[in-house]
């Protein structure tokens, strides 16, 4: 069983920066797709970035894909959300989330395996 937890989340001032980070206990099984998302109150969890984890392909959301960079770092089966010019918008629990696909899926349903999330907050 994959277990995924994230860390790196915390409250920071609209501009700033803040890089979270998701460790996986293992991911040996094939076509391996790591994603991040994010859920404001009230709202739907939404797709933010995801990466192909042998090929180091990306995909991000429209909202983020100029201020946020996902990367993986496969030795430590680990992979980080790096986001800069952090918004109010930009509040939410973020989630880790792994798949098997040959692409990058922005549904979360097609994601197989969730951390526990961690809290962002941008104040404004």
């Known amino acids: 069983q994959v277990q995924l937890v994230e860390s790196g989340g915390g409250l920071v001032q609209a501009g700033g920066s803040l890089t979270l980070s998701c460790v996986a206990s293992?991911?040996?099984?094939?076509?391996?797709?790591m994603g991040w998302f994010r859920q404001a109150p009230g709202k739907e969890r939404e797709f933010v970035a995801g990466?192909?984890?042998?090929?180091?392909?990306?995909s991000y959301a429209d909202a983020v894909k100029t201020r946020f960079t996902i990367s993986r770092d496969p030795a430590k089966n680990t992979v980080t959300l790096q986001m800069s010019s952090l918004e109010p918008e930009d509040t939410a629990v973020y989630y880790c989330?792994?798949?098997?696909?040959?692409?990058?899926?922005?549904?979360?349903?097609?994601?197989?395996?969730w951390g526990q999330g961690t809290q962002v907050t941008v104040s404004s």
């Open positions: 989330a792994a798949a098997s696909r040959y692409y990058i899926p922005t549904s979360e349903a097609a994601y197989d395996y």
């Open positions: 293992e991911l040996t099984f094939d076509h391996v797709v």
């Open positions: 990466v192909d984890w042998s090929g180091g392909g990306t």
